[in-house]
C-alpha cells in the first residue's frame, strides 16, 4: 500500500494556459474524489467517482474544469484556460466500499496561475 | 454555506497538557464524522473517527466526543507532543452523501 500519489506536486503556469493533474489512489479503492483547499480554508469538494463514472460535481467546477477516470484506476483533473483566482492545492483522495467509509488524501498539487 | 465550523483558528499549548479542539455543525444529515491532520506541503492525515450512533471513540492519545442534541464534536490529545503542531481540519458527512464538508481548520503549536 503505497497510498494516494498525485502529480505533479507543483505546477507554476500563465494565466490562459491549460493544466492537467494526475491521481493515482490507493490501489484496490473504488471511489475517488477531488478537492480544492485554498489559504486558510478547509478542502472543498470538486468531484467524485466510483469506478469510471463520474457521479457528483460541484458547482465550483466551472466548465473550464474537466475530470476523467477512464478506467476506474488513477484520474485526470484539467483545468482550462487558468485563472489567476485557480491558484490553490488541488488534493486528490480514494476510499473503498460505501457508508462510513474513510477517504485518505494524497499529498497535493500546488497551482499556481501568474 | 459552511456547515461544519471551527471558531478556534489557532491553540497553543504545553508539552505534556491536554489539547482539546472544537468543531460544529449545522446539518442535522450529517452521521459520521473525522479528524484529520494536515503539516505543509502534504495532504491531510486521518486521524480519527465516530459515528453518530456514538458519543465517544478513543484510540491512543486521540479521542473524540460527539455530542448530537448541540451538533458539536471535540477533539482531545492527551498528552500532547512536539510532533502534533500542525493544522486540524473537522470534517463531516451523511449516510447519502459521498463528499466530506471540512470547517476551515485550527493550528495547533505545542510549546516544549
Known amino acids: 500500500d503505497t497510498g494516494v500519489s498525485q502529480n505533479p506536486r507543483h505546477k507554476i503556469t500563465k494565466r490562459g494556459q491549460n493544466v492537467t493533474f494526475r491521481c493515482d489512489p490507493i490501489?484496490?479503492?473504488?471511489?475517488l474524489y477531488w478537492y480544492r483547499q485554498t489559504l486558510g480554508q478547509g478542502p472543498e469538494f470538486l468531484t467524485y467517482f466510483q469506478n469510471e463514472a463520474q457521479l457528483e460535481k460541484s458547482r465550483l467546477l466551472s466548465d473550464r474544469f474537466s475530470a476523467e477516470r477512464p478506467k476506474g484506476s488513477f484520474s485526470t483533473l484539467e483545468i482550462q484556460r487558468t485563472e489567476q483566482g485557480d491558484s490553490a492545492m488541488y488534493l486528490c483522495?480514494?476510499?473503498f466500499g460505501g457508508g462510513r467509509e474513510t477517504q485518505y488524501f494524497g499529498p497535493g498539487t500546488r497551482l499556481l496561475v501568474l | 454555506d459552511q456547515q461544519v465550523k471551527q471558531n478556534s483558528p489557532s491553540l497553543s499549548v504545553q508539552e505534556g497538557r491536554i489539547s482539546i479542539l472544537n468543531c460544529d455543525y449545522t446539518n442535522s444529515m450529517f452521521d459520521y464524522f473525522l479528524w484529520y491532520k494536515k503539516y505543509p506541503a502534504e495532504g491531510p492525515t486521518f486521524l480519527i473517527s465516530i459515528s453518530s450512533i456514538k458519543d465517544k471513540n478513543e484510540d491512543g492519545r486521540f479521542t473524540v466526543f460527539l455530542n448530537k442534541s448541540a451538533k458539536h464534536l471535540s477533539l482531545h490529545i492527551v498528552p500532547s507532543q512536539p510532533g502534533d503542531s500542525a493544522v486540524y481540519f473537522c470534517?463531516?458527512?451523511?449516510?447519502?452523501?459521498?463528499?466530506?464538508?471540512f470547517g476551515a481548520g485550527t493550528t495547533v503549536t505545542v510549546r516544549a
Open positions: 483522495a480514494s476510499s
Open positions: 470534517a463531516a458527512k451523511g449516510s447519502n452523501d459521498y463528499k466530506l464538508s
Open positions: 490501489s484496490e479503492h473504488n471511489r
